[in-house]
């Protein structure tokens, strides 16, 4: 996942507003938690194409960010109206385009952006974008067929392995690249990953190096045995040993709207609604 991106953060203007507190306090109610309130509908903006988290034709999304977004309008009380969109080159362009300007062909701003990674660095570089709110933690780890594939304690022993991974990712130029590309002649590349971990329960590969939440989906829609297959943790040079934690994004002056959709959160996951919207499609919620 590209750093170098473009949100969050608060920015304030801190106005001498002696003279019209009146008026500031307007100001605010126009841009922030009020106004949504007013308009009855919650924006949430959904990433297209990113399985198991929102998946599918882009009038009928499915996945588990596409549940959360239900239920923190219904949290809320308020409609739910999801923007899904796809992809930019990097999180500066999604964070610009859905939450704290729009695209240049006219749809966004959304009210709330969801998966999005809570980093440090990602929260210094973009100062437009409030991040918060983290729902899960994502992993990589290597999928594969232990009767090929045994036992994994360096990507060294990936060598001479039909491999997987998904298009564009850090995984993938993690693989090319390991060695001065030792792995290179035996990877396939999948549109995304549970395309990739589908290949290993079809024995078309060894072993696919993706999310857990990819490796598990594919194991829930082929209703494979999960015992018949491993997930095995490896780090890369140039990738996290720990993974990353996923939130959301909101405008960074909406700091009402994140503190309301915080505690949003907090209730769907002590009623358990979050942790089922996982365990429904199969999947592991990971503390993030």
Request: proline share 4%; no cysteine.
């Amino acid at each position: 996942m590209n750093t170098l991106l473009n949100r969050r953060q608060i920015v304030r203007l801190a106005g001498a507003a002696m003279a019209l507190p009146v008026l500031g306090l307007r100001a605010k109610e126009l841009e922030d938690l009020d106004k949504v309130r007013a308009s009855g509908v919650l924006k949430v903006a959904i990433y297209k194409d990113n399985a198991p988290y929102s998946d599918g034709p882009s009038a009928a999304l499915s996945g588990v960010d596409v549940a959360l977004a239900q239920g923190l309008a219904r949290e809320l009380g308020l409609r739910l109206q999801q923007l899904p969109f796809d992809a930019g080159e990097d999180m500066g362009d999604d964070l610009r385009n859905m939450v704290w300007r729009g695209h240049y062909l006219g749809y966004g701003p959304a009210d709330v952006m969801l998966h999005v990674p809570v980093d440090k660095m990602l929260m210094r570089d973009n100062k437009q974008a409030l991040i918060f709110a983290p729902y899960s933690r994502e992993t990589l780890v290597v999928f594969h067929n232990p009767q090929r594939l045994p036992a994994i304690g360096s990507g060294d022993d990936l060598a001479g392995h039909a491999l997987a991974v998904e298009r564009g990712t850090g995984a993938a130029s993690a693989l090319l690249g390991y060695q001065s590309g030792l792995l290179r002649d035996r990877i396939k590349i999948f549109d995304n990953g549970v395309q990739a971990a589908q290949a290993v329960i079809a024995g078309q590969v060894d072993a696919a190096y993706v999310t857990r939440a990819q490796a598990e989906a594919a194991l829930f829609a082929a209703q494979a045995q999960a015992r018949d297959f491993a997930l095995s943790e490896l780090g890369l040079p140039g990738l996290s040993d720990h993974g990353w934690a996923l939130g959301m994004a909101v405008r960074a002056s909406n700091q009402e709207l994140a503190t309301a959709l915080d505690a949003a959160l907090q209730r769907l996951r002590d009623k358990g609604d979050l942790v089922a919207m996982f365990r429904d499609r199969g999947l592991t919620l990971v503390a993030p």
